[in-house]
């Protein structure tokens, strides 16, 4: 069964620190770009970060540059989204996705495997 479970997310206070993982069974996530989005209640998804396949190149979004990192463990088959900062807009439901070919992180189409999300809370 190809999948992509998603960790590491709970409750913590601004300014606080988070590591999410992204751990894929079935397949091997190196061939694939792996993409971060996160969900807030009453918005729609939206991209947070990005890294691909082949040269390790990533993306951010704006909203989390100089916060968030993004990397990958080939040998674990996982990928983490260290999240450093943490500010309450930041509340999500975080989901990771894998795709073979994604020319844009942002496009959710382009991604074949998609995770059942982590809920991540920023409060006092």
């Known amino acids: 069964q190809l999948q992509l479970v998603e960790s590491g997310g709970g409750l913590v206070q601004p300014g606080g620190s988070l590591r999410l993982s992204c751990a894929a069974s079935?397949?091997?996530?190196?061939?694939?770009?792996v993409g971060w989005f996160r969900q807030a209640p009453g918005k729609e998804r939206e991209g947070v970060s990005g890294?691909?396949?082949?040269?390790?190149?990533?993306y951010y979004a704006d909203s989390v540059k100089g916060r968030f990192t993004i990397s990958r463990d080939n040998v674990k088959n996982t990928v983490y989204l260290q999240m450093n900062s943490l500010k309450p807009e930041d509340t999500a439901v975080y989901y990771c996705?894998?795709?073979?070919?994604?020319?844009?992180?942002?496009?959710?189409?382009?991604?074949?495997?998609w995770g059942q999300g982590t809920q991540v809370t920023v409060s006092s």
């Open positions: 890294i691909s396949s082949s040269d390790g190149s990533t």
């Open positions: 996705a894998a795709g073979e070919y994604v020319p844009d992180y942002d496009a959710e189409y382009q991604y074949d495997y």
């Open positions: 079935g397949f091997t996530l190196d061939y694939y770009a």
